[in-house]
């Protein structure tokens, strides 16, 4: 029997939009690397794909064994794991994988760090793989700022982004109309969370916090008691983390998911 397929789509961003400039983004090591590492020894397959087919780059905040409960042989791992395995290295397109065809793909994970909030949120590619998934009912796992990946699932998704970003919240709400995830319960970066990045890390402020995305375009956003603990989310397919804690969590609830449709 042939292995089971996840499809990890990482973002091709290095640079965010923030009040004032732009400042360095990318996607979380352990987001991306901790699952990838739990899906194969599962037993899964898993096929990185970016907008630009590109392998994507890594926030520098996130380079550290801090991410991995400062334990250093599993942060000498996740680097020797991420600069070496074929599966992060044969990065493909998107768009080559909707153009093949998503059929023989069983899953999707989508990684955190600040990136998918500048192209995944509105890529037209990202559009038809999430329809696909959503019609087929097939689990759906993004994780910290990755369930905002969810927006270019609308029809209007460019727009929705660009209404937000200049302050118009009317012709935001406007353009959520047509949400294939309108309703469904969901988690994602809190605005306090993101609050120590914008201080610590940025310097700088973002346009707009997540859950207020997420909420206006019809989602029903539920954030964790205590910041940076692990909190996971299933609602029908969809599987969301809301912080990098919880990259051990969304992992194991995706196996699990999977190997119940077994």
């Known amino acids: 029997m042939a ?4 499809v990890i789509l990482g973002s091709s961003a290095t640079r965010i939009d923030v009040h004032g400039g732009s400042g360095p983004t990318g996607n979380y090591l352990n987001e991306t690397v901790v699952p990838a590492m739990a899906f194969m020894n599962a037993g899964f397959d898993v096929v990185l794909a970016t907008p630009a087919g590109r392998k994507p780059h890594i926030d520098e905040p996130s380079d550290s064994p801090v991410h991995f409960g400062n334990d250093r042989a599993a942060y000498d791992r996740a680097k ?11 990065v493909r397109t998107i768009g080559s994988l909707v153009e093949e065809g998503l059929s023989n793909y069983s ?8 990136a998918p909030v500048v192209d995944l949120m509105q890529d037209l590619d990202v559009h038809e793989i999430l329809r ?49 995830y309108a309703g ?16 610590d890390i940025l310097h700088a402020k973002l346009y707009f916090n997540m859950p207020f995305a997420l909420t206006l375009a019809g989602g029903y956003v539920i954030i964790g008691a205590e910041d940076f603990a692990p909190n996971v989310v299933v609602d029908r397919e969809l599987i969301t983390g809301q912080n990098p804690h919880s990259d051990h969590a969304i992992a194991a609830k995706l196996i699990e998911t999977l190997n119940a449709t077994a």
């Open 80 to 90: 020797a794991f991420w600069a070496e395995d074929p599966a992060m290295n044969s």
């Open 132 to 180: 696909h998934f959503h019609e087929a009912s097939k689990p759906t796992a993004l994780l910290c700022h990755g369930p905002i990946t969810l927006i270019s699932a609308l029809p209007r998704a460019k727009e929705f982004r660009a209404a937000l970003v200049a302050g118009d919240l009317a012709k935001a709400k406007e353009a959520s109309d047509g949400w294939m």
């Open 184 to 199: 469904y319960k969901m988690t994602v970066f809190s605005a306090t969370e993101e609050k120590w990045i914008e201080d």
């Open 107 to 114: 899953a999707i994970f989508v990684p955190g760090g600040q």
């Open 3 to 6: 292995k089971k397929k996840i």
